[in-house]
C-alpha cells in the first residue's frame, strides 16, 4: 500500500460520516425520503387498481364419526355381527386428513370444472381448511364473480358428496362380489357335508342320535322292567313256599291239582265217588260189612278210584297214586281258600318266569344292538357336526352380504354439510386495507432506514474507536 492510497481512503471516510457538506444533507434526506414513500404508495395503489378483483364463497362439512354396529342372530346356528370402528378412533387415522387430500385431487376437480362449465386448468383448486380438535372441514374457492365463485363452491361440494357415494358403491360392490365367490365355496363343503350324511345314514339305517337315543333308553327300560319282574318272581315263590307248607303238598302237586279242577270228567269221577263214599259209610253203620249193598258200594268206589287214576295219568302223563290227596285238597272252605290262592300265585310265578325269559330275550338283543351302533353314531354325530358347521358358516357368509350393506358409511364417515355456499358480498382481492398496511410499513421502514443513515456518523465513529 503506497502513500497515495491512504490519503484517499481517509477522505472517502470522511465524506462518508460527515454525508458532504451540512447545508444540504437535510435537503438530500428529504427528497430521498418523498421519493421513496411516493414509489411505496404508488405500488400500493398499483396493487388495488391492477389486480383484478375476486370473490371467495366457501361451505362448511362436518364428520359425525360415530361407528355402528348390528347383530343378526340365527336360531340353533349362530350369530352373526357387523361392527363398524369409529372413524376417530384410531390416533393415526383422520379422516378429516383424508378428506382434505380428496377435496384437493384431481378427479374431483375435474368433476366440479365439468358441473360448473368450465376446464379443469382453469378451476382454481380448492382451500381446505381443518380447524383443530373438530370435526370441521372448511372449503374455500374464488371466482371473477360472487356468482362464479358460489358456482364453484357448490360444483366442489355436490362433487364431492358424489365422489364419497361413488366410492362407497365401489366398496360394497367388492365386498358383495368376493363374498359372493366366497359364498360358492361354502355352499359346495355344505353339499358336501350333506351328502356324506346323508349317504352315511342310508347305509347304516340310523337317521339321527335320537333315534340310537331311543334304542339306549329302550335297553335301560326293558333292564328296568327285568328287574322288576325278578322282584315280583322272587316275591311270588316265597308265597308259594308258604302255601305249600300249610297245605302239606308240593307246587307240582297244586299245579296238578289245578288240572285236574279243571277238567269236567276227572271233577264227575270226584262227584261220582264223593257220593258213593257218603252212601257207603251211611249203610255200613247200620247194615255192616257183608251186606250186599255195601259190598256194591265198595266195588263202584274202587272202579271210580281206578278210573280217577287213569284219567288223572291222561293229564298229567305219569302214573300219580296220590290223586285222592289232591282230590281233598278243596274239601274245606278254609283249605279251598288257600288252595286257590296257592294256584293263582303258582300261575302267576309261571308268567312272571315267562316274561323274564322274554325280558332277558329283548334285553339281549338290544344291548347288542345298541354295543354295534354305538360306533355308528360316533360317527354320525361327527357328520352331523360337520354339516352343522358348514351351515353356520355358509348362513353367517349369506348373512354378512347383507349386513355389510347395513353400514354405508363405514370406511367413508358421513360428511353432512353444514354451511353451504354463501354469495360474497364483497371482493376477497385486492383488500384496501392490505394496500395501506403496505404503504405504511413501507413508510415506516423507509424512516426507519433514513434515521439510521442521519446517525451513521456517531455510529462509523464508535466503530473506528473500537478497532
Known sequence: ??????????????????????????????????????????????????????????FVLVLPGTG???TLN??????????????FGGHDLSPTENYRKMLMSNRLIGMAAEAAGETADRFPPPKVELTDQTKLIGIKLTGRSPEQARTRAEAVRLGFLKM???????????????????LGGYKEALNESRK?????????????????????????RLRDMLRDVEAKQANLRAGVQSLTRQLGITPEQASLALVFRSDPLFQALVTQLAK????????????????????????????????????ASELSGTKRQDV????????????????????????????????????????VTEQARSMALAPVASRLDDLRRDVQVAEAVFSSALARIDTSKADFYA????????????LPAKPSSPLPILAVAGGLAATLLILAALVLTWLRTALLQRILKSA
Open 324 to 363: 285222592l290227596k289232591m282230590r281233598d285238597l278243596s274239601s274245606q272252605d278254609e283249605r279251598a281258600r288257600l288252595f286257590e290262592r296257592l294256584v293263582g300265585q303258582i300261575a302267576d310265578t309261571e308268567a312272571m318266569a315267562a316274561m323274564q325269559e322274554q325280558l332277558k330275550t329283548q334285553l
Open 68 to 70: 355402528t354396529g348390528s
Open 276 to 311: 258213593t263214599d257218603a252212601e257207603l259209610a251211611a249203610l255200613t253203620g247200620t247194615r255192616g260189612q257183608n251186606n250186599d249193598r255195601v259190598v256194591d258200594l265198595q266195588a263202584e268206589r274202587g272202579s271210580t278210584v281206578a278210573r280217577l287214576i287213569a284219567r
Open 411 to 422: 370406511s367413508y364417515p358421513m360428511a353432512q354439510t353444514l354451511e353451504v355456499p354463501d
Open 164 to 182: 364419497l357415494d361413488d366410492l362407497r358403491s365401489d366398496e360394497i360392490v367388492m365386498r358383495d362380489t368376493a363374498y359372493r365367490t366366497m
Open 1 to 58: 500500500m503506497n502513500a497515495r492510497t491512504i490519503p484517499l481512503r481517509l477522505s472517502l471516510l470522511r465524506r462518508l460520516r460527515d454525508g458532504g457538506p451540512h447545508e444540504r444533507r437535510m435537503q438530500r434526506y428529504i427528497i430521498s425520503g418523498l421519493v421513496c414513500c411516493v414509489l411505496a404508495w404508488a405500488l400500493s395503489l398499483a396493487y388495488l387498481v391492477l389486480t383484478p378483483r375476486s370473490y371467495t364463497s366457501g
Open 196 to 220: 356324506r350324511l346323508t349317504d352315511y345314514q342310508a347305509s347304516t339305517g340310523l337317521m339321527s342320535l335320537d333315534q340310537y337315543g331311543s334304542i339306549v333308553a329302550g335297553t335301560e
Open 74 to 87: 340365527l336360531p340353533t346356528v349362530g350369530q352373526v355381527t357387523s361392527t363398524s370402528t369409529p372413524a
